[in-house]
């Protein structure tokens, strides 16, 4: 069975700095790997996507995710964070069956 | 191009009311997913529907909940009999269910309040 873990409930940065979102995944074969956000009351945007390939990931909004087989996690990054990035990030891994596992989801605030 | 259409945004009904959520998918997506959010949790997958047929409804509850998604017209999700633990926000996505593409799409999201 597929799943995933999202380590962090809550992330806290200041404007500016960088940041990295963790996401650890289990899943017995190469997997399809996504990051959302979520702002307040909306529903899930996709950031990116992995599915094979180049194992650094370019996103929207400026967000980039690595692939690591070895460590079963594809880690968020951003070089530097916008106060409009405060949100709710879900890591999701999915396969054949089209159906996805979500995460969590870790909350990123951001201070001025 | 329009996304994920889900109406209404918000719901309340009071206890043993049924309530009826709608969902357009992206056009040209024949695939559609329910997910139920409650708050401080994530994404729970509910079901996951083709036109005219329930794929995988392993996440439903196996009393008072029915989906559908017709061969024409918006995928339903009904909830019989709410309860106030129904109370959550019911997110429907839609995927072109590709391998090539398989990302979900979703749409804003249903509030539902049970009172």
């Known amino acids: 069975a597929q799943s995933v873990t999202q380590p962090d409930i809550h992330i806290t940065v200041s404007e500016g700095a960088s940041l990295e979102l963790r996401c650890n995944y289990s899943?017995?074969?190469?997997?399809?790997l996504f990051w959302y956000v979520q702002s307040p009351g909306q529903g899930l945007q996709l950031l990116l996507k992995y599915f094979s390939g180049d194992t650094l990931v370019q996103g929207i909004k400026g967000f980039e995710a690595e692939f690591k087989r070895s460590q079963s996690s594809f880690n968020l990054r951003k070089p530097s964070v916008h106060w409009s990035d405060a949100a709710e990030y879900f890591c999701?891994?999915?396969?054949?069956?089209?159906?996805?596992?979500f995460g969590r989801g870790t909350s990123l605030i951001v201070h001025p | 191009n329009a996304g994920v259409m889900q109406n209404p945004r918000h719901l309340v009904r009071r206890r043993g009311q049924e309530a009826r959520l709608r969902c357009s998918p992206v056009?040209?997506?024949?695939?559609v997913y329910w997910y139920r959010q409650l708050p401080e949790e994530g994404l729970k997958f509910m079901v996951y529907l083709q036109k005219e047929n329930i794929i995988d409804e392993s996440g439903m509850p196996k009393e008072r909940f029915s989906a559908e998604f017709p061969k024409e017209g918006p995928s339903i999700l009904r909830i019989q009999q709410v309860v106030r633990g129904d109370s959550a926000a019911y997110f429907c996505?839609?995927?072109?269910?590709?391998?090539?593409?398989?990302?979900?799409?979703f749409g804003p999201g249903t509030r539902l309040t049970v009172t």
């Open positions: 899943y017995g074969a190469t997997p399809y």
């Open positions: 056009k040209g997506h024949s695939h």
């Open positions: 996505a839609s995927s072109p269910g590709t391998a090539q593409a398989p990302e979900q799409y």
């Open positions: 999701a891994v999915g396969g054949g069956s089209y159906i996805p596992t």
